[in-house]
């Protein structure tokens, strides 16, 4: 069953398994298309410093960079950033760099800033950012290391180092924002977007 009324499908610019599930579950054929462009080195050299800002122009530049390739359809590109405070965050690099960014973010709260953008032809038509708060509770060495154990590699997958749709929900005690924006995509928006350009049945 597809809702998906486009002459050819949705590309997504990502490899992102949550993003994949989050538009196959909301009845969109898509094609997944990796972007492919050195995102910390855009970071870098754009010179910006707030984390909806960065998640905005990583999202867009990757929707430009894959739409550039596939002319004609629609290509959406996705970022998230999670800010303690100023320090921002990226995927750790192993476990040990999983274990401090767990501690540092233990009993303390961050935000996710997950931007989505929309381009065709090399040109952006829609972008936004949606921010969500998450309060991880205070987690004791032991607990770090049992959790850092069990979930393995998927530690290094996502940025802080947990996935809340997995094991990663043992380590919050609050959370403001929707389910979407948490996984990397601000779902809502974007099918009001597609929508808005008669690409849904619904």
């Known amino acids: 069953m597809t809702l998906w009324r486009g002459p050819s499908p949705l590309i997504l610019a990502s490899q992102s ?10 009845g969109i ?4 298309v990796p972007a492919d462009i050195d995102e910390r080195g855009v970071q870098q050299s754009s010179g910006l410093t707030l984390p909806g800002d960065i998640a905005a122009l990583l999202a867009g530049e990757k929707a430009r ?3 550039s390739r596939h002319p004609g359809q629609f290509v959406v590109g996705a970022d998230q950033t999670l800010a303690l405070g100023k320090r921002l965050f990226s995927k750790p690099a192993g476990r040990m760099q999983a274990a401090g960014q767990l501690r540092a973010l233990a009993g303390n709260r961050h935000e996710l800033h997950s931007a989505v953008a929309v381009a065709r ?3 952006i038509l829609f972008e936004t950012v949606a921010v969500a708060g ?12 049992a959790y850092l154990n069990e979930a393995g590699e998927a530690v290094t997958s996502s940025v802080g180092a947990y996935q809340l749709e997995g094991l990663g929900v043992h380590l919050f005690e609050r ?16 099918l009001a977007f597609l929508r808005s350009e008669r690409l849904l049945a619904v």
Do not use: C, N, W
């Open 175 to 190: 959370i403001e924002g929707d389910h979407f924006t948490i996984l990397g995509l601000p779902l809502l928006q974007l």
């Open 17 to 26: 398994r949550a993003r994949q599930m989050l538009l196959a579950g909301a």
């Open 134 to 145: 998450m309060t991880m509770r205070p987690l004791a060495a032991a607990e770090i290391e």
């Open 121 to 123: 032809d090399g040109k």
């Open 65 to 67: 960079a894959v739409s």
């Open 29 to 32: 054929d898509y094609q997944a």
